[in-house]
């Protein structure tokens, strides 16, 4: 009996010593410039697209979540705009779930939606959501512009790891510590790819080099914690 009651404290020092590196840096991290863009309990420095209030966005055990019973679709963006940058993050998707990652986001009442202005790295069940069955449309793709190099997403419910770098015009997408998508931005492929997508109906899609990071409200339930940002 006495080993039982000597081992449990040492499991629970465990688990709240987990806990308590989730939406944290560390010393390192800080003198890299790294900067937390959720604090893990409040949505500061946050607020929905075109507009002040998060509507259906909150914070959950540690997480910015998407509660899909509430009405008010909209995205969530980061109040302050990025250049060249690396940011990190983890997702967790709702089975048969879809959202995105959207960046060198712009607001402006001409702009109904963030994905009129922002490429998208893709968040998705690919096993239950049918975009899981359209190519570029898959988790950890540049959305609708370029598939994966090699696809390393978890199934729904579990955790992943993602990284988006932009610096000099040079994309890089990593998922899981596996390189998605690399390419060259707003050069004549960068246009061309475009004008051979869904976004060729917006002209500014994709021309902006500096933006803010928007977590896409797809109407399904997603997680989101960890997330930060470095400025290159």
Aim: aromatic share 10%.
């Amino acid at each position: 009996m006495k080993l039982l009651y000597f081992a449990f404290p040492v499991l629970l020092l465990g688990t709240q010593s987990q806990a308590q590196t989730t939406n944290t840096l560390t010393p390192a991290e800080q003198q890299a410039g790294w900067k937390l863009l959720f604090d893990g309990t409040t949505l500061n420095g946050w607020h929905s697209y075109n507009h002040s209030a998060t509507a259906r966005w909150n914070v959950q055990n540690g997480t910015i979540h998407l509660d899909k019973s509430k009405s008010g679709q909209c995205d969530i963006t980061t109040d302050q705009a990025y250049g060249d940058f690396d940011l990190k993050l983890e997702w967790k998707i709702s089975k048969n779930g879809n959202s995105g990652i959207i960046f060198d986001v712009v607001e402006a009442p001409k702009y109904q939606d963030p994905y009129n202005t922002g490429p998208e790295m893709q968040v998705l069940d690919n096993a239950g959501h049918p975009d899981g069955k359209i190519f570029k449309h898959r988790a950890g793709n540049l959305y609708d512009l370029i598939p994966s190099i090699k696809e390393s997403v978890k199934p729904a419910g579990e955790w992943n790891q993602a990284e988006i770098i932009v610096k000099g015009g040079q994309l890089t997408t990593i998922l899981n510590g596996v390189v998605q998508v690399k390419t060259t931005m707003w050069d004549a492929n960068w246009v061309k790819m475009i004008a051979g997508s869904k976004f060729r109906q917006w002209p500014d899609f994709g021309t902006f080099k500096t933006g803010k990071i928007d977590l896409q409200d797809h109407t399904d339930e997603v997680w989101y914690r960890n997330i930060k940002i470095k400025q290159l």
